[in-house]
T-cell receptor, first 111, second 115 residues
Framework: SQKIEQNSEALNIQEGKTATLTCNYTNYSPAYLQWYRQDPGRGPVFLLLIRENEKEKRKERLKVTFDTTLKQSLFHITASQPADSATYLC??????????FGGGTRLMVKP | GAGVSQSPSNKVTEKGKDVELRCDPISGHTALYWYRQSLGQGLEFLIYFQGNSAPDKSGLPSDRFSAERTGGSVSTLTIQRTQQEDSAVYLCASQGVGGIGETQYFGPGTRLLVL
């Protein structure tokens, strides 16, 4: 069966450290993968997109990698700040432009 | 500019009642999605509208759920004979032309509680 797995346990890190979140998938062949941020009581907000032929994408303190062999994407936040605390969702296209979302990982950055 | 708006923001209803949830997408966006998010869970796809094409209803959990999109803009999600397991946040997202990799812009959601 098709699955998208993100660590359901919260990730707690100290301010200034690098946060690394994992998204693993099975039985998908996505053309791209997206990462979203969701704050409590709000809808998800798009952060980054990475295509199947890209290994890495960066945006300011964010970095995403995409390994289609391992069927895994890693999402990194460098020099993390308490304001980065949120739930981070990965999503991939499973048919055309339809997105399927993972369950999200909650990140807590402590000052 | 205006983003995606949803109404009501919160809805409490009794089991067995019908509810209507509204989504106003970003003006000019041709693609519109409805998702459901239960507490602490990821987003569950419900239905997808793209322009004048027939909607993709493959995610609707039962025939109590239906949605329509009038004039290619506003969309209404209707849940008939609500059950307690329907309690969740219902999120709407719109997308420019539904192209490959295009960003989805989400509304704030409607929190539905079925008593």
């Amino acid at each position: 069966s098709q699955k998208i797995e993100q660590n359901s346990e919260a990730l707690n890190i100290q301010e200034g450290k690098t946060a690394t979140l994992t998204c693993n998938y099975t039985n998908y062949s996505p053309a791209y993968l997206q990462w979203y941020r969701q704050d409590p009581g709000r809808g998800p907000v798009f952060l980054l997109l990475i295509r199947e032929n890209e290994k890495e994408k960066r945006k300011e303190r964010l970095k995403v990698t995409f390994d289609t062999t391992l069927k895994q994407s890693l999402f990194h936040i460098t020099a993390s700040q308490p304001a980065d605390s949120a739930t981070y969702l990965c999503a991939l296209n499973n048919a055309g432009n339809m997105l399927t979302f993972g369950g999200g990982t909650r990140l807590m950055v402590k000052p | 500019g205006a983003g995606v708006s949803q109404s009501p923001s919160n809805k409490v209803t009794e089991k067995g009642k019908d509810v209507e949830l509204r989504c106003d997408p970003i003006s000019g966006h041709t693609a519109l999605y409805w998702y459901r998010q239960s507490l602490g869970q990821g987003l569950e796809f419900l239905i997808y509208f793209q322009g004048n094409s027939a909607p993709d209803k493959s995610g609707l959990p039962s025939d109590r759920f239906s949605a329509e999109r009038t004039g290619g803009s506003v969309s209404t999600l209707t849940i008939q004979r609500t059950q307690q397991e329907d309690s969740a946040v219902y999120l709407c997202a719109s997308q420019g032309v539904g192209g490959i990799g295009e960003t989805q812009y989400f509304g704030p959601g409607t929190r539905l509680l079925v008593l």
